[in-house]
């Protein structure tokens, strides 16, 4: 209700820049060790006054919902929450497989933050990539193995 009150009358959108760590979060910091880091929950808590300016360690959890509003007002969330309805569905539809249990085990592990959208968006999908990369290696590991 805050955000809503003040968004974006005295504190303008933010025009999907919450969104830009998506961009660079896949890449491990192993190849870039200077990764830029994501300040996301810091940044807009302290934007729109629920942190203190000089606060650079706390946290304060940006909801999808939130987010979805604070970067594009009311069709923010109109759009945002029907792509993610429709994505969830795909999901779901893809890794629902009856008879291949590790598939179903996959899905689940993949889709795990989907369900539980209290941090921002990049900070709960943005390593999805690569831990699809990682259980598809780890899948055709277990295969190999079985077939030995």
């Known amino acids: 209700a805050y955000v809503i009150s003040v968004s974006p009358s ?3 959108y933010e025009y999907g820049s919450t969104y830009t760590p998506l961009f660079t979060k896949w890449i491990p910091r192993a190849i870039w060790p200077d990764k ?3 300040k996301t929950p ?6 729109y006054g629920l942190l203190d300016p000089y606060n650079y360690t706390t946290a304060y959890n940006l909801p999808w919902f939130t987010e979805y509003y604070v970067n594009f007002g009311f069709w923010g969330i109109v759009i945002g929450m029907t792509f993610m309805g429709i994505l969830i ?4 539809i893809l890794f629902s ?3 291949r249990p590790l598939i179903f085990l996959m899905g689940i592990s993949l889709t795990f933050y989907f369900y539980s959208p209290e941090s921002n968006f990049s ?5 999805l ?3 699809f990369i990682v259980l598809t290696a780890y899948l055709y590991f277990i295969s190999y193995l079985k077939k030995r």
Do not use: V
């Open 89 to 92: 569905k795909f999901l779901t």
């Open 129 to 131: 990539f690569l831990n």
């Open 97 to 99: 497989n009856e008879n």
């Open 42 to 47: 810091n940044d807009w808590a302290k934007k």
């Open 10 to 12: 005295r504190i303008d």
């Open 36 to 38: 830029p880091e994501e």
């Open 123 to 127: 900070l709960m999908i943005g390593n």
